[in-house]
């Protein structure tokens, strides 16, 4: 059973840049590829990036490589995204999500709310 916290969102201007944290409780933080989604208002939950729980390897939706970066810190069982150059088209409530050893997300968190104004 994994715990997660979503922290980090709030209201910038396109341009800026925010890092979101995704803590982790319970047990086996380190066997566990983590990813971050998103969903704007009416739309469907897309993925955004994920980095696994072995080697570290990241991946990216299109339409933030370059702009985003997924990493972890396992002693301290955090996730976090630093996104920068956001566009209003970021704007979207941002869940982590965790897969014990790369199978599907089981568990997620609460979400935390980006909003980028033109």
């Known amino acids: 059973q994994v715990q997660l916290v979503e922290s980090g969102g709030g209201l910038v201007q396109a341009g800026d840049s925010l890092r979101l944290s995704c803590a982790a409780s319970g047990r086996s933080f380190m066997s566990y590829t983590m990813g971050w989604f998103r969903q704007a208002p009416g739309k469907e939950r897309e993925f955004v990036a994920s980095?696994?729980?072995?080697?570290?390897?990241?991946y990216y939706a299109d339409s933030v490589k370059g702009r985003f970066t997924i990493s972890r810190d396992n002693a301290q069982n955090t996730v976090y995204l630093q996104m920068n150059s956001l566009k209003p088209e970021d704007t979207a409530v941002y869940y982590c999500?965790?897969?014990?050893?790369?199978?599907?997300?089981?568990?997620w968190g609460q979400g935390t709310p980006v909003t980028v104004s033109s």
């Open positions: 980095i696994t729980w072995n080697f570290g390897r990241t």
């Open positions: 999500g965790a897969a014990l050893r790369n199978t599907k997300y089981d568990y």
